[in-house]
């Protein structure tokens, strides 16, 4: 059993990596189809609705199209954005602090060759996985495009820049979000869409596309991929089940991962996840667990099923047009770290 889940979750993500995926289904009926609607952009203006992803590269002309400003934060960095961009923060700032809500730039444009920094620092401190999972690949990251910056807090005069601690004062960015589409911004990395943008809630993270279709994003609470058609709004069903080991929370911190690790599987649609039982967290499966990571020392496993529908066309290592049930997704985690997922298939 052991060596059967090892080779499928090798085989997967072996394909998945070559093949990618666009999470391209048809938007359901819950959500207003709006792409008819959506504005084209001007023949003398950059694409402000442009989609780069863990899926989709950056348009390689894409630098030489677009005019970038550098500004200056409060802590003394220069921080380059597209000038649209740029100009539509600078009065979103004015805006907020009117309210006593203070927030600058910590990071906006980043070239090709900065990411490949970014990820060769982060392997180096966090390791491969944590990268893959965690980290847009070079080429892949919306803040080649300028339009896209992540926010800090100032609190009581002193910037609050780390994220453990910005998510803290969940208070003020809810004030912060309240007012983004009136400037042409979206939340993009929201909370329970981790299947389709593959990264976690970042409220920090916002996107510019422009004041119309901002609006009509954030009052639909979906992704731009949604907007945008790339990807189908599908509530998600979770079925915690019934755990002595684990806390809602525990459980939640896992399907975390599922669901970023999911946004790689090519327009598949995700169903539900479903809690199987602490009989998963056996002597035995944590030291499978183990032999599949032998530079780490798990604690405790957990286990989950999903089902989804894949694409009809472009399914990769799934049978088109296929309903899959009781998908297995194994997870561990060592004492004081985060879940990890080791092995998914059949």
């Known amino acids: 059993m052991k060596s059967k889940y090892l080779i499928s979750m090798l085989m997967m993500s072996a394909v998945l990596s070559v093949t990618g995926c666009t999470q391209n289904t048809v938007p359901s009926s819950s959500v207003p189809p709006v792409s008819e609607e959506i504005p084209n952009p001007d023949e003398n203006e950059i694409d402000?609705?442009?989609?780069?992803?863990?899926?989709?590269?950056?348009p390689a002309d894409w630098a030489d199209q677009a005019e970038f400003v550098t500004l200056k934060n409060s802590m003394g960095d220069e921080i380059s954005l597209e000038k649209k961009t740029a100009d539509a923060f600078a009065e979103l700032k004015d805006?907020?602090?009117?309210?006593?809500?203070?927030?600058?730039?910590?990071?906006?444009?980043?070239?090709?060759?900065?990411?490949?920094?970014?990820?060769d620092d982060y392997t180096e401190r966090y390791g491969e996985e944590y990268v893959r999972?965690?980290?847009?690949?070079?080429?892949?990251?919306?803040?080649?495009?300028?339009?896209?910056?992540?926010?800090?807090?100032?609190?009581?005069?002193?910037a609050v820049y780390e994220n453990e601690e910005m998510l803290e004062y969940s208070d003020l960015w809810a004030k912060v979000h309240a007012r983004l589409a009136e400037h042409g911004f979206i939340l993009h990395y929201l909370e329970g869409k981790e299947d389709i943008t593959g990264f976690n809630y970042e409220p920090w993270h916002i996107r510019y596309v422009g004041q119309a279709s901002a609006r009509e994003i954030m009052e639909q609470g979906i992704t731009l991929e949604e907007y945008l058609g790339e990807a189908s709004s599908v509530d998600v069903e979770i079925d915690y089940g019934t755990s002595e080991i684990y806390t809602k929370d525990d459980m939640d911190e896992a399907i975390t991962q599922i669901r970023k690790v999911f946004a790689d599987f090519a327009g598949c649609e995700l169903h539900n996840i479903r809690y199987t039982s602490d009989d998963c967290n056996s002597e035995e499966n944590i030291k499978w667990m183990n032999?599949?990571?032998?530079?780490?020392?798990?604690?405790?496993?957990?286990?989950?099923?999903?089902?989804?529908?894949?694409?009809?066309?472009?399914?990769?290592?799934?049978e088109p047009d296929h309903e899959y049930t009781d998908y297995e997704w194994y997870l561990a985690r060592s004492e004081g770290g985060s879940w990890e997922v080791l092995s998914y298939g059949y």
């Open 133 to 158: 999972l965690n980290v847009a690949a070079p080429g892949y990251s919306e803040h080649h495009t300028g339009l896209a910056l992540d926010l800090y807090l100032i609190v009581d005069g002193e």
């Open 48 to 58: 402000y609705l442009v989609l780069v992803n863990r899926q989709k590269e950056v």
């Open 291 to 318: 032999e599949l990571r032998e530079d780490q020392e798990y604690t405790e496993c957990i286990k989950f099923l999903s089902d989804f529908h894949t694409p009809a066309e472009n399914s990769g290592a799934f």
């Open 95 to 119: 805006d907020l602090a009117q309210n006593h809500v203070n927030v600058d730039i910590y990071s906006g444009y980043r070239s090709v060759e900065e990411q490949q920094a970014v990820a």
